[in-house]
């Protein structure tokens, strides 16, 4: 009985936020989360970031509160504003990143209903973080050609990031300033390789190119692009063939995804507006009939569903469809 009352007290005053902002309840969260991500701030900055964390904790309540497809939860980023996050984590620059005619050739299907190339035996590498560096089309592109290489040759070996920061800057790619999956590709293709993250290891920051050619561990022969937009040709891609590159823009709502299909109206869905570099990984449909895909993303594994997401899938959500493609692997 009294257990019940002081439920739904709790109940009724977080449902109708009556919480002040700065009140022990929500330092004493702040605090516990601080302590779980290793942060230490001086005491100005505190009171900066807690009023951050309370409001990215209002924005996730009350989402969680709703009847949506995903949850949203607490993660490392929640005492950033999505304007410090967006120019710590994404692209600041729109891409070139349309094929107005891919490469990659249909065939008929069927497909099946799931795919999740995490369930084959040494196909998919763990999930990588690429930390305070707009790098995510490198690790989209070594984690494409981890797969395609590991399905062909039956070794999984982990590729470095960092020769396509350092090195790849004559196609199109600016390091930890951006780039693109399909322009690493091609630079992978013309300079006969890729090393290993053992030979050549992520950094994190600009670095000047030390590809060592007796030590290239990977190599393209050509690189193939799906026609923009065209979203079943990436199904015909990840159900035959292997992994695929995407790129597609992150919103505000996104940095707080913990669980389920995201799906999202504050996004745009036009290759001019991606922001963000991932792998496709499988696909497969919820129970309530809304279609997925299965992605790693480069956060490390304490973000999303260990470091996955699933996104709504037939709708080009977020742009996702705009700007994919994978490689051919010259063995
Ligand atoms: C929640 O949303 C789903 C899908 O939009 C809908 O089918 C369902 O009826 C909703 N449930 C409630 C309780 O509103
Ligand atoms: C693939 O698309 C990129 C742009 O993202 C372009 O630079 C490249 O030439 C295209 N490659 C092929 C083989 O169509
Ligand atoms: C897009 O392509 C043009 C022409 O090749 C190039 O000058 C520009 O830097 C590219 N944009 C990005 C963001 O790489």
Not at 193 to 210: I, Q, V
């Amino acid at each position: 009985m009294a257990l019940g009352v002081v439920w739904f007290i709790s109940t009724v005053f977080s449902l109708v936020h009556l919480t002040p902002l700065h009140l022990p309840k929500e330092e004493y969260g702040f605090k516990q989360w601080m302590s779980q991500h290793n942060k230490v701030y001086d005491t100005e900055e505190y009171y900066h970031r807690l009023h951050i964390f309370t409001e990215n904790r209002r924005e996730i309540d009350h989402h969680n509160a709703g009847n949506h497809s995903f949850t949203m939860g607490l993660n490392q980023f929640s005492d950033m504003t999505f304007e410090e996050f967006r120019k710590l984590f994404l692209l600041t620059e729109p891409q070139n990143c349309s094929a107005t005619t891919g490469g990659h050739v249909n065939r008929a299907g069927p497909y099946p209903e799931f795919v999740d190339w995490r369930m084959k035996d040494n196909v998919v590498t763990p999930v990588k973080n690429q930390g305070h560096c707009g790098s995510c089309w490198t690790f989209s592109t070594t984690g494409c050609l981890e797969s395609v290489n590991a399905i062909a040759t039956g070794k999984l070996i982990p590729l470095s990031e960092q020769q396509l920061i350092d090195c790849a800057k004559d196609f199109n790619n600016h390091g930890c300033m951006g780039g693109l999956p399909s322009q690493a590709f091609e630079y992978i293709k013309y300079n006969k390789g890729l090393m290993t993250e053992e030979d050549y290891p992520y950094k994190g920051h600009d670095d000047s190119c030390h590809f060592e050619p007796a030590l290239a561990a990977a190599f393209v022969l050509d690189v193939v692009n799906i026609t923009s937009y065209d979203e079943k040709a990436m199904v015909d891609a990840v159900a035959r063939l292997n992994p695929v590159s995407f790129g597609f823009q992150v919103t505000a709502d996104f940095m707080h995804y913990r669980e389920g299909v995201y799906r999202s109206t504050q996004c745009k869905n036009t290759a001019d507006k991606v922001n963000h570099a991932v792998l496709a990984v499988g696909y497969g449909v919820e129970e309530s009939g809304m279609p997925y895909w299965i992605v790693k993303n480069s956060w490390g594994t304490a973000w999303g569903m260990d470091g996955y997401f699933l996104i709504e899938r037939g709708k080009n959500m977020c742009g996702l469809a705009a700007c994919s493609s994978y490689p051919l692997l010259l063995i």
